[in-house]
């Protein structure tokens, strides 16, 4: 961005007048005085997210047990329906995805039913930088197989600390691997990988390949059918704003559907015979197979009203506003701080850019404390990181340009000095 006239307030104000976006921002709750920017971690609850939450309460109240099959919104094959909503946002059959668990649950799940090693095949092969909690999961599967995880849980590492080069992983797909677990979107860094390609590699290579995409649904559009990608697991509480702790997705390619999942539970059944009641189970012939428990249906709710809003504005439409307003706040921060020490951790071509921006900072602890005290909530992440989401539903330009201005007051006034260089309980 060469033009100074494009680091005005007046053209973050045009950009906004522009955005056919911009009408959906009044649909979400945001405290008075507060630039949130934390979406990739929680996102804003939604009027139309409280209102189904209120609508499956209403009929709790009036029809108590009897709301398995009645009222608004049925319970009894919720986790369906709202699966068959969710499928459009990651390019999938409305049978191979379901809503259930959480994305920690989901990746045992999936992981125990697709991990079948065998001869000198019996390798997991994930990365360094994915969520922790990928890695304890996978661990923990290793271990049940009677696998010591420090031989036999593969993790390609980084070239810089920041992102992983497909090559990289491509090149650890060997025929000691079984299955390969990756991050659609690395959590710190927000590099988006390659799922077309390195799905391709895994099938040339025999190798069974899911995906975690808790930083890309709702954000970026997938093609996970078309793509021929095994399982994949994700949240909805970040992009998809369904609520802290909602109820996690997860995809199984339609190849696979009718397979007996390894942890099955009663809500695996075939809905026509679950209450026939016998010890022999019949799976669902789509990804309901892979639920376990009863779900959790007031955790639930809020998520038809959130997936409303995302039917009526088209992914590929927040796709572009995303990477265009991530494109606008690098830019911002360049020209105006280029000399403050700041230097981004993300990538900056699109294609390979999630929905975040990541500064590195060495005192990324105590800027995010004082941008708190200023009203914009950020995300900080260990050792040095802060995570800027501007979200395409409801962050506008004008408060990505005041957002640039109150961290440069920042760091030229050195107003972070006054608080402690050390991190919250939750960060």
Not at 168 to 181: G, Q, S, Y
Not at 311 to 340: P, V
């Amino acid at each position: 961005m060469t033009n100074l006239d494009n680091l005005s307030r007046q053209y973050a104000v045009e950009l906004d007048q522009e955005d056919e976006l911009a009408r959906y921002k009044t649909e979400f709750y945001q405290a008075e005085g507060t630039i949130y920017l934390d979406g990739n971690s929680l996102g804003l609850m939604s009027k139309r997210a409280e209102q189904t939450l209120l609508d499956v309460m209403a009929d709790w109240r009036q029809f108590g047990i009897d709301g398995w099959m009645k009222g608004k919104r049925p319970w009894y094959e919720m986790a369906e329906t709202l699966g068959a909503k969710v499928a459009p946002l990651i390019g999938a059959l409305p049978d191979e995805v379901i809503v259930t668990g959480s994305t920690t649950i989901n990746i045992h799940q999936l992981v125990a039913t697709f991990y079948r090693p065998e001869g000198k095949r019996t390798k997991i092969l994930a990365d360094t930088l994915t969520f922790p909690s990928d890695i304890y999961a996978l661990q923990s599967q290793l271990r049940i197989h009677g696998f010591d995880p420090d031989e036999h849980l593969l993790q390609v590492l980084s070239r810089d600390g920041k992102m992983i080069e497909e090559e990289d992983i491509i090149e650890m797909m060997t025929d000691e691997v079984a299955l390969i677990l990756l991050p659609t979107v690395l959590y710190r860094s927000g590099q988006l990988l390659d799922i077309q390609r390195l799905t391709s590699e895994a099938k040339k290579n025999g190798i069974v390949i899911g995906f975690d995409a808790c930083h890309s649904i709702g954000a970026i559009p997938h093609a996970f059918n078309g793509w021929d990608v095994d399982f994949a697991v994700w949240c909805h509480y970040k992009y998809v704003n369904s609520g802290p702790g909602g109820v996690a997705g997860l995809y199984v390619h339609e190849k696979h559907l009718g397979a007996t999942p390894a942890l099955a539970g009663w809500f695996s059944s075939d809905k026509e015979k679950q209450f026939d009641m016998k010890h022999q189970l019949e799976p669902a012939q789509t990804a309901g197979a892979f639920q376990i428990g009863t779900p959790h249906v007031l955790s639930m709710a809020p998520l038809y009203g959130s997936l409303e809003i995302f039917e009526e504005a088209g992914i590929e439409q927040i796709r572009e506003k995303s990477l265009h307003m991530t494109r606008y706040m690098m830019d911002l921060i360049q020209a105006e701080m280029g000399n403050t020490g700041f230097s981004f951790m993300n990538p900056t071509e699109d294609h390979r850019r999630g929905g975040h921006i990541a500064l590195v900072h060495e005192e990324a602890i105590r800027i995010c404390k004082a941008l708190k005290e200023e009203g914009i909530i950020p995300d900080y992440r260990e050792p040095n990181i802060i995570r800027l989401a501007p979200i395409a539903l409801y962050t506008s330009y004008l408060e990505v340009w005041q957002t640039v201005q109150v961290l440069k007051r920042i760091m030229v006034e050195k107003r972070y000095e006054k608080y402690e260089k050390k991190r919250e309980v939750v960060a």
